[in-house]
Each structure stands twice: as structure tokens, then as C-alpha cells.
């Protein structure tokens, strides 16, 4: 039976699609390139019309006074602190708990599972009048671990990393065994390798969720000394109209480590999120 050939694009399709893809980079990317612009303005520039879409004499000193004399490379640093912090315990729970429910028996891991499956369907809001009053009986309040501790663990990524290490071949566990590896050692050698687009699209998930948080350190902190960037932002838009390009230039900031995670990390975002999409 003849082999089917794939119909040839054409070359005006092709120009179609690329022109479509640019009209769309252009949307996307325009708000963007505003914020740039006018962080490089002086505030007198910003309120004139018509706007101006190219900065002719640019003015860099915006971002200094937004990182040092709004305190902003404080909250950054804090925001990083917390970060990175939730992001590498979420991993590390995520990773061990979807290989216990994946691969090992023990009582109730059935009813554990759903007990995860349910934390998905409690919305944040729900709980963070209990939390707070937790983190306050401990004595947590406007520290570094009552902004961390609640998110040590993502029901999400169990879920997702669980349906991942089912995907592998049980003869990778049997043949493990064989070989005298134990649980850790069979998770560290063969299951973390064999997934990590999918572990590192959930990292980049857990990354990006704990850097954007706002309500939570709102209300679990009262200090400079431990809030975060998303709460310097808001400070920031309480400033009066002649500071509006340092506005832009904290917002610009803020926004710089998400554009190099998601650039940095791309393909293995992609990978991650494509894994299982195609079959055969």
C-alpha cells in the first residue's frame, strides 16, 4: 500500500502564517515596549500628546531611584528569598510524593491521593484566615517561614508528576530491582531523568505563581524587612504623577527575572507541557 505523502504548504500559506504570527508578537510585545519607553521619560514626556513611542534623550536614572530610594532591591531580594525557596521545597515534595503514589503500595494511598486531589479544589482565599491565624499561633507573623511554610507543598504538581511516572514501563522498576536499586536510588537514576521536561515546566510553574503572590504576603507581613516586590509595586503606585516613570521602571524590574526564567527555560517549558500529546 502506497506510503500517503503530506501535502506541500504552499508558499503564500507560509507567508500567511508568518505574517499572522508577527501581527501577534506585535500585540503581545507593544505593551511591553511602552512600559520600557516610558520608564526612559521623564514624567512631563509621559503626559504629553501626542505619546511619544521612541525615547530620544533617555533617562536611565529611573531605575536606580526605583531600586534604591523606594527600597525595591529590597523586595527583590525578599521576593527571591521566598521564591526560590517554594519552588525547590514544592519540587522536592512534588517529586516524592508522585513516586509513593506512583510506584509504592501502602494503607490508605488511595484515599491520600483524593485527600491531594481535593487541596486542588479549595481556592487559595478559602484559607488564608486559617493560615494566618496558624502562622500567628506560631509566632511566624512578618517572618520569612509564615510567607513560606503554607506552600511547601503543591497538590498540583503531585497530581501532575503522578500521572507522569505512571507513563514509564513497570519493567524499568522491575529491572531496577533486579539490579539491587532501592526506591531512592531508582527515582534519582531513572525516574527524575526520563522526567524532567515535565518536572522542569512544573518548576517554572512553581516559580512564577510563588513570584507573583500579593495577597498572602500582604496580610502576612508588616515590615519592609520581609514583604516582597508585589507589595513594593503597590507601594510604588501610591507615588504622585511627576514620579511615573519609576513606576514603569519598578514594574520593569519586577518583571525582569520571569523574562529570563521563561527565556532561559524555554524549550523545557514546551517539552514539558507538550509531554504526552503525541502518541505512536
Excluded at 110 to 118: I, Y
Excluded at 190 to 204: E, T
Excluded at 251 to 271: C, D, E, S
Aim: glycine share 8%; aromatic share 12%.
Amino acid at each position: 500500500m502506497a506510503e500517503r505523502r503530506r501535502p506541500r504548504t504552499g508558499p503564500w500559506r507560509r507567508v500567511g502564517r508568518y505574517g499572522i504570527l508577527c501581527v501577534l508578537a506585535v500585540i503581545v510585545g507593544f505593551p511591553v515596549y511602552i512600559t520600557v519607553v516610558n520608564a526612559l521619560l521623564t514624567p512631563q514626556a509621559i503626559a504629553g500628546r501626542p505619546p511619544t513611542l521612541f525615547p530620544v534623550d533617555p533617562h536611565w536614572g529611573s531605575f536606580g531611584q526605583a531600586f534604591s530610594d523606594f527600597h525595591l532591591g529590597l523586595y527583590l531580594r525578599n521576593s527571591a528569598i521566598v521564591t526560590l525557596t517554594i519552588t525547590v521545597a514544592e519540587l522536592v515534595t512534588a517529586v516524592l510524593a508522585a513516586y509513593a503514589f506512583a510506584f509504592m503500595t501502602f494503607p490508605f494511598r488511595r484515599t491520600l491521593f483524593l485527600v491531594c486531589l481535593a487541596a486542588l479544589m479549595v481556592p487559595m482565599e478559602a484559607t488564608l484566615i486559617p493560615n494566618r491565624q496558624t502562622i500567628g499561633t506560631l509566632h511566624l507573623f512578618d517572618t520569612f517561614p509564615g510567607l513560606i511554610v503554607p506552600f511547601l507543598a503543591s497538590g498540583v504538581g503531585v497530581f501532575l508528576l503522578r500521572q507522569a511516572f505512571l507513563q514509564l514501563p513497570r519493567d524499568l522498576r522491575d529491572a531496577a530491582t533486579l539490579d539491587g536499586l532501592g526506591h531512592l536510588r531508582f527515582l534519582v537514576r531513572v525516574v527524575v531523568p526520563l522526567n524532567r521536561p515535565i518536572i522542569g515546566a512544573f518548576g517554572v510553574y512553581a516559580f512564577l505563581s510563588a513570584w507573583n503572590q500579593y495577597l498572602w504576603p500582604l496580610i502576612a507581613s508588616n515590615s519592609d524587612k520581609v514583604r516582597t516586590v508585589q507589595i513594593g509595586l503597590r507601594q510604588l503606585n501610591s507615588l504622585g504623577i511627576d514620579r511615573t516613570n519609576v513606576i514603569f521602571a519598578g514594574t520593569i524590574l519586577a518583571a525582569l527575572p520571569i523574562f529570563v526564567l521563561l527565556l532561559a527555560f524555554q524549550r523545557q517549558l514546551v517539552r514539558g507541557l507538550t509531554a504526552g500529546a503525541v502518541k505512536g
